[in-house]
């Protein structure tokens, strides 16, 4: 090649040439709109943090707000309970309280009045025979209707451990004779039997349990749909048969205290103490009605029908332990530990159990 053409040929720029150099004014404006772009992103995140943030709280706030709703309404209502069981309270009270007045007023026209029955119409039985409670053991009453079919029923079932316990000295049994359902009979069978009951203990109490037992016996207790009148002298003769004496069996039926009966039958029925706490007859007493230590024992609540068992484990009493002398684990001021998860009334003023 000569000088002329190598001259050429870098003039006329050759594979070697030099390509022009970038503008300065192209990289700043691609920096520019990169930062502009992390920037928006950037932004875009701060927003849907922020976003996310005010939905936290909008849910933390709705959840306290409800929290605070669902207190005010339990708060409502456990108030409208207590108010609505005060205002029940207190009208049991009231009306208790009207009852005993009028039973004074009425006793004081009753001629013969058992000197050995507490205020409240109830004979403490207990091993000594001397109507005084004993001290650490505790108080079962019974409240039952010579006729009551339910009343014969658990009779039958309770009594003979009920009796065991009375002579180891293991429970204080007060018993509440009542003539209820005189209207289902001919003869006022319910209230001469109870007034009999009353008589024998307050005159031969050592063999009053067994002369209960005698009326409810299941071959002579009568019916209650289908009642046939019961002499005195078959009241009478189930009273000799259970261990009496022969003077106090041929008197128990002279209607010494039929009108004391009728007294306490026009209270009874209105302490707070007797009355149902659930189911069809809640705020009325039926027969039969167990109280102990001063505290409802609720039959409704109770879902086995082996009732001796039940009231051993109400008062807290193996059943090995029966008749010895083992004293029930609950004493004399102890709530059952079965049966009584509704209603307590051991606070109240006319509890004989106090």
């Given at each position: 090649m000569t000088t002329q053409d190598s001259n050429n040929s870098q003039q006329n720029g050759g594979d070697s040439a030099p390509k022009p150099a970038s503008k300065p004014g192209n990289s700043r404006t691609r920096r520019r709109a990169a930062q502009r772009a992390k920037a928006a992103e950037a932004a875009r995140q701060r927003q849907e943090q922020e976003a996310r943030e005010r939905r936290t709280r909008s849910i933390i706030l709705a959840v306290a707000a409800l929290i605070v709703v669902v207190a005010l309404i339990a708060a409502i209502i456990i108030w409208n309970k207590n108010s609505s069981k005060t205002t029940d309270t207190a009208a049991q009270a009231s009306e208790e309280q009207s009852a005993y007045a009028a039973l004074q007023e009425t006793l004081k026209t009753v001629q013969n009045i058992p000197s050995h029955a507490t205020a409240q119409g109830g004979f403490v039985?207990?091993?000594n025979y001397d109507y005084q409670k004993i001290d650490g053991a505790p108080t079962i009453e019974e409240y039952f209707d010579p006729l009551c079919p339910g009343c014969g029923s658990l009779n039958r079932k309770i009594d003979a451990e009920l009796e065991t316990m009375v002579k180891a000295g293991q429970i204080n049994l007060e018993i509440h004779p009542n003539g209820f359902l005189d209207q289902l009979t001919t003869d006022q069978y319910p209230t001469r039997a109870a007034a009999a009951?009353?008589?024998?203990?307050?005159?031969?109490?050592?063999?009053?349990?067994?002369?209960?037992?005698?009326?409810?016996?299941?071959?002579?207790?009568?019916?209650?749909?289908?009642?046939?009148?019961?002499?005195?002298?078959?009241?009478?003769?189930v009273a000799t048969d259970a261990g009496v004496t022969a003077?106090?069996?041929?008197?128990?039926t002279d209607g010494t205290y039929i009108e004391w009966v009728d007294a306490m039958h026009t209270y009874?029925?209105?302490?707070?103490?007797?009355?149902?706490v659930e189911g069809n007859n809640k705020g009325s007493m039926t027969t039969p009605t167990i109280i102990i230590n001063g505290y409802f024992w609720n039959l409704v609540e109770l879902t086995s029908s082996d009732y001796a068992q039940l009231i051993l484990q109400a008062?807290?009493?193996?059943?090995?332990?029966?008749?010895?002398?083992?004293?029930?684990?609950?004493?004399?001021?102890?709530?059952?530990?079965?049966?009584?998860n509704y209603l307590s009334s051991s606070d109240s003023a006319s509890s004989s159990s106090k």
């Open positions: 039985i207990t091993k009951i009353a008589y024998v203990a307050e005159n031969d109490p050592e063999h009053v349990l067994d002369f209960i037992k005698g009326l409810y016996a299941e071959d002579f207790q009568p019916s209650e749909t289908n009642y046939k009148a019961v002499s005195d002298a078959d009241i009478q003769q003077d106090v069996a041929s008197h128990c009874t029925p209105h302490r707070a103490i007797t009355k149902n008062i807290g009493l193996d059943e090995s332990n029966v008749g010895t002398d083992v004293m029930p684990s609950i004493g004399s001021d102890g709530a059952p530990l079965v049966g009584a």
